[in-house]
Structure formats: structure tokens, C-alpha cells
């Protein structure tokens, strides 16, 4: 239902993120009126699929559940159900929040967000339980309704959580003026579309391994399944870099798009963002033989089986390099409204996953996924680039920037392979690509700190 959920927030959300920060900052453009018509676009499509879905609960759940429904599956249905709707109606007041540059605001928000979900299964599947068994204050009353070990107080926590993030969004949603705009309206539609099959697009190529993997494989083989999905954790650390970072720049490079040397602005940010994802690429490798205890087995031979998948973590993790530096780049299609060329570019991707995944996994597993993804990624970011170049041109620092990946790439390398994972020396290795690239940029470091 999750996996699920992360394609139906896509769709609900219809670009209309991206959209907002575009039209927020076109000339001659109302900012209310963006505000309100960008809301009420959202608001229309999570009500329509409000109407479509939730009197269709029973037959949504035996769909999922292949005709062996119960009557706890519809309810978990419906849960969802509200879960995607509320989440969809806090799309624009937390993208306000972004563009009006308040990232401690947003990080308190998207905190409490997370603690009320954590601290509502922590109360529901832990601390009721403690009270009923040890015959605590209130232990009576909660025995009476209490279901133990049901998976559907998960999906509470989480409507709980959406339900409060929303309600703390209501400084945002009382400065909504409904100025409904047809024209405005159709012409942000059309600029979104594409952004939206971009959005599915990307979806597909992040979940899609992990899906065709148990199909693909022998039953002899599916504990690889198992390994590629723990050896994803650690990667994870680097992509949520990439999406933090996206939250923060893309607001920006719209507004700045007016200026006059906002290329140049562009290619610096470009050639920082390089330094620093390199910086955590090498980190996370040259200490990996301390994350690796991220990946929890039920006993040590299961610990050791994860373990042996280890080698796949630094090409997942160069996959998120690409996926990074690709985000940045594809600023050009957003700002001169070719969104078409997202669409384009993301489906060549995800084309590119399904078709190498389907060819390789069965041969070479694990790897071939990673590999695969890697893949994807590096075609989407070289695409964005000669497109970008032709179309929307930003002087981007090319040699200067491949120096940097190149030498990252070296140092995993020998971190990795040739000094088999030994932290003292990869810690050494990381130690001098800092104050290599510090001594490269020590001219333009020093101009900035005047500053």
C-alpha cells in the first residue's frame, strides 16, 4: 500500500509544485493569484479522487488483495484513502513556505510530521500494550477496544501525522484568495503535465528493480531480494542529500532566474553541489565498514549474508551522483518552459530500466540492478546536459566539474578495491580530495567568505 501511496502523491501532487515556484516568478504574474489557482487546481483533483476511490473502497481492497478480502482491508483502504487526500492538500502551503525562505519553519513542520507518526505507532503498538499487561490507569478502558497487534493503528499514526502537518499549515492556508483564473489555470496545466509523467517516470526508475526483481529471479535466488533491499539503506543516506538540497535550490533558481548573471549563479551552485555529493559519496565509502551495521539480520548469518551484497553499495551510490547532478540540470526545461523535455528525458530512463532489468537480473542479479540504475541515471543526466546546452545554454564549469567526479571516482576505487575498505586509509583518501578541492577553490572561497 505504500509502494502505492508513493505513486499516487505523484499524481496528486500533478507537478503543480514545480508549476508554482514557475509561475510565483514570471513576470506580470499575480502571486496570489498563482497561490490560490495552483491550490485549487490540487484541491479539485484530491476531491475527484476522493469521489472516485473511497465509496469504492471494498473493490479497491479486493483488487490488492486478489478476491481474499477481509473487512480490516477496507478500512485500511480507507485510511489511505484520506492519507493521500490531506497529504495532497499540504502540496502548495508547504511549497509557500519554501518560497518565502523559511527552511526552519518547513524542517519544524516536516519534524513534528515525523515524530507524531513514530510517536503514534510507539503508543499504540508498545505503550497501550505495557498499561493493559501490567494493569496500569486506564488499563480496563483500553482492553475494551484495543486490538492487539493490528497493523491498521500504523495507518492511523500516519493520518494523525497528515491531519496535524495540515493544521499547522493554516497560517499558510488563510492567506488562499480563491481568484479562480481559466486562462491561468489551463496554461499551468500544460506546464505540468509533463512534469507529472516526469515525477511517474522517476518513481518507476527508483522502485521498479525492486519490483521486477522477485519475478525475475528463481526461487533459489529471491534471498537476493533481501540483500539489494538492505544494501539500499545505506545509499539512502546520499539520496536524501540529493532531495534535501532539491527542496532548498528550487525555489531559489526560480526567483533568481530574473537576474542578469543567474547562469553564471547557476554553474557555481552546480560546481559546489559537485564537490559537496562527492564529498559524501567518498565519506560514506571509506566508512562503510561502520554503516554496514545499519543492515540488521535476525542472527549473524543472516548479518553476513546482507553483508555479502556490500559491493553494490558504491554503484548505487554513484547512481544517486547522477540522479543528484541531473536535478540540477534540469533546471533549463523548468525555467524556459519546455517541460516536455522532463517527460522526454525521464522516460528514456525509465525505458532504460525496464528493458536492461528484464535483460540482465535474471544473469546477474543484484548487481545488474545496480547497475542498471547506475545506467539510467547517467544517460538522464548526460541528455539533460546536451539538450540544456542547445536550448537553454548555462556555462557550467565542465572540465573543472568532471576533475572532480573523476578523482572521487579514483579514490572510491582504491578505498574500496584496492585497499579493501579499510577505514583508517579511506578516511586518509577523503581527507586529501578535501583539501584538494579546498586548495582548487581556495580564490573563490576566499572572495565569498569577504562577503
Not at 216 to 237: E, H, M, N, R, T
Not at 338 to 361: D, E, K, P, W
Not at 369 to 374: F, I, P, R, T
Request: positive net charge.
Amino acid at each position: 500500500m505504500y509502494s502505492w501511496a508513493s505513486l499516487l502523491n505523484a499524481v496528486l501532487a500533478f507537478g503543480m509544485e514545480t508549476t508554482f515556484f514557475r509561475y510565483l516568478n514570471k513576470p506580470g504574474n499575480n502571486k496570489a493569484k498563482v497561490y490560490g489557482n495552483t491550490f485549487i487546481i490540487i484541491a479539485v483533483i484530491a476531491f475527484t479522487f476522493l469521489l472516485a476511490t473511497y465509496f469504492f473502497a471494498p473493490n479497491i481492497a479486493s483488487w490488492l488483495q486478489k478476491g481474499e478480502v477481509q473487512p480490516d482491508h477496507v478500512l485500511y483502504v480507507k485510511y489511505f484513502i484520506w492519507i493521500l487526500v490531506v497529504d495532497a492538500l499540504a502540496v502548495i502551503p508547504f511549497a509557500k513556505v519554501r518560497a518565502d525562505g523559511r527552511p526552519l519553519r518547513f524542517g519544524m513542520i516536516k519534524l513534528i510530521n515525523i515524530f507524531t507518526f513514530v510517536g503514534g505507532n510507539l503508543f499504540f503498538l508498545f505503550v497501550i500494550p505495557y498499561i493493559i499487561k501490567h494493569h496500569l490507569i486506564g488499563a480496563d478502558s483500553l482492553a475494551s477496544w484495543y486490538k492487539p497487534v493490528w497493523v491498521g493503528y500504523v495507518f492511523i499514526s500516519n493520518l494523525i501525522a497528515s491531519v496535524i502537518t495540515l493544521l499547522m499549515l493554516l497560517p499558510e492556508l488563510l492567506q488562499l484568495k480563491f481568484d479562480f483564473s481559466s486562462a491561468l489555470v489551463v496554461d499551468m496545466l500544460s506546464y505540468s503535465f509533463p512534469v507529472l509523467v516526469a515525477n511517474i517516470s522517476f518513481i518507476i526508475n527508483e522502485n521498479i528493480d525492486k519490483m521486477m526483481m522477485p519475478k525475475l529471479l528463481p526461487l533459489s535466488q529471491q534471498q537476493d531480494v533481501g540483500i539489494y533491499g538492505a544494501c539500499c539503506k545505506i545509499a539512502v543516506f546520499l539520496s536524501i542529500f540529493v532531495q534535501a538540497f532539491r527542496l532548498g535550490a528550487e525555489p531559489f533558481f526560480f526567483s533568481h532566474a530574473k537576474n542578469k548573471n543567474a547562469g553564471e549563479t547557476y554553474a557555481r551552485i552546480m560546481n559546489y553541489f559537485i564537490i559537496m555529493i562527492c564529498i559524501i559519496f567518498l565519506g560514506l565509502v571509506a566508512n562503510i565498514e561502520i554503516l554496514k551495521y545499519f543492515i540488521k539480520g535476525k542472527n549473524a548469518t543472516d548479518q553476513l549474508l546482507y553483508w555479502s551484497g556490500i559491493p553494490v553499495v558504491p554503484i548505487l551510490l554513484f547512481g544517486y551522483v547522477c540522479l543528484g547532478i541531473y536535478m540540477n540540470l534540469s533546471i533549463w526545461y523548468k525555467l524556459s518552459d519546455q517541460t516536455r523535455y522532463g517527460l522526454y528525458i525521464s522516460g528514456v530512463g525509465a525505458v532504460l530500466t525496464i528493458v536492461l532489468n528484464m535483460m540482465l537480473i535474471p544473469k546477474y542479479s543484484y548487481m545488474a540492478a545496480a547497475w542498471v540504475s547506475l545506467a539510467a541515471y547517467a544517460v538522464m543526466m548526460i541528455l539533460s546536459y546536451i539538450l540544456g546546452q542547445k536550448k537553454y545554454p548555462i556555462p557550467y564549469r565542465l572540465k573543472k566539474n568532471l576533475a572532480y567526479i573523476i578523482s572521487a571516482i579514483v579514490l572510491v576505487f582504491l578505498s574500496f578495491q584496492v585497499f579493501g575498505r579499510n577505514l583508517v586509509i579511506g578516511n586518509i583518501l577523503l581527507m586529501i580530495y578535501i583539501i584538494g578541492t579546498l586548495y582548487a577553490e581556495r580564490k573563490e572561497l576566499t572572495a565569498l567568505l569577504k562577503k
